[in-house]
């Protein structure tokens, strides 16, 4: 009884620290810092992990919702989470909102053109993990006209063994 107890203080204690993070940062820093949230939530136990998890998507839409034209942060959002996209819904969604907001409406000169890069890698990824062939075929034959690429394109094609090069189906 006396562990659930002091459970209880901890995740009380997180939530009053999170959120006065959130009243004393600018949005950049509080998308890096719920960046980092994310990723220390793939590092600690059951049920903490949760928790962080939380704590990050919230900070990570938060700073979003504040400057929704601000590429940098939604590049930042977008790496963030896609660490989760193999099995999370809600981090597929995120990366494709991110990654085709930056590719159709953001500003890309914010971002060095090794971002890009992944952006494009990034979406064709999470495309084709969600069976959306077309479109993921469209951004990896976008990714292929990149110089450098070849990393990206590498990989694509270990994770899904079955793709195809122009003209050719999945």
């Avoid at 601000?70 to 963030?80: C, G, L, Q, T």
Wanted: without cysteine; aromatic residues 14%; hydrophobic residues 40%.
């Amino acid at each position: 009884m006396d562990s659930k107890k002091n459970f209880r203080i901890v995740i009380i204690i997180l939530i009053v620290f999170s959120t006065s993070i959130f009243s004393k940062s600018n949005d950049l820093d509080s998308a890096k810092e719920g960046a980092l949230m994310l990723q220390k939530s793939m590092s600690v136990p059951f049920p903490v992990n949760i928790l962080y998890f939380y704590i990050g998507s919230l900070q990570l839409n938060n700073a979003v919702s504040a400057s929704p034209y601000n590429v940098r942060i939604r590049y930042i959002r977008m790496e963030a989470f896609f660490e989760f996209v193999d099995n999370n819904k809600m981090a597929q969604d995120v990366v494709l909102e991110d990654g085709e907001f930056i590719v159709i409406i953001g500003d890309k000169k914010v971002l060095e053109a090794q971002e890009i890069l992944k952006v494009y890698y990034m979406l064709t990824y999470t495309l084709l993990l969600k069976k959306d062939i077309v479109k993921g075929i469209y951004y990896y034959e976008k990714l292929k006209e990149f110089q450098n690429s070849n990393d990206y394109n590498d990989k694509l094609k270990e994770r899904f063994p079955n793709l195809k090069t122009t003209n050719t189906t999945y």
